[in-house]
């Protein structure tokens, strides 16, 4: 054997001494389930800002999105219908004050020209969040939109 050869050899038995005695292990994927109750509490959680008196309508479950490691998203949707005098500028411009330190503000990648932020739920699992304010035959509609960390297909 050359030098190099044992040198080679001894460092990758290190590391494999180093994996074993970490317990490091391939990364697994929480449960979708698991993800898409944090994607919901997320988006409960901001849904709780609103007004008394609100209605939630929860669109229907598309299929998931594919990510890293043969996973999946879970995408949430809610529209949710403030009752009269809903100030929509409003409440995009206090709601990041009001989650407080489980969520930071993001980017949303463009200049909307209409109330909306994006989000991050650092408490959730880090689900990304979209929420916006538009008006749906003259009444006013907060759009929330998040999408899950990936997470394993579901069954």
């Known amino acids: ?12 038995a290190g590391l494999a001494l180093l994996y074993a005695t970490t317990g490091c292990t391939v990364t697994r ?3 979708y389930d698991a993800v898409r109750a944090e994607t919901e509490a997320a988006i409960q959680r901001i849904a709780d800002e609103l007004p008394a008196g609100t209605r939630f309508s929860q669109r ?7 990510c890293d490691n043969g996973g999946v998203m879970y995408t949430g949707h809610w529209d949710i219908y403030p009752g009269p005098g809903f100030d929509g500028s409003r409440f995009i411009e206090t709601l990041p004050d009001r989650l407080g330190d489980d969520f930071t503000v993001e980017d ?20 990304g969040i979209n929420v916006s304010v538009g008006s749906k035959d003259g009444t006013d509609v907060v759009d929330i ?10 069954e």
């Open 108 to 127: 949303l990648g463009f200049e909307p020209s209409f109330p909306a932020l994006g989000l991050i739920a650092h408490a959730y699992g880090n689900t």
């Open 60 to 66: 229907p479950e598309g299929s998931p999105y594919g």
């Open 1 to 12: 054997m050359t030098r190099r050869f044992r040198a080679l050899a001894a460092c990758t």
């Open 29 to 31: 994927l929480p449960s």
């Open 145 to 154: 939109t998040a999408l899950s960390r990936c997470a394993q297909p579901p």
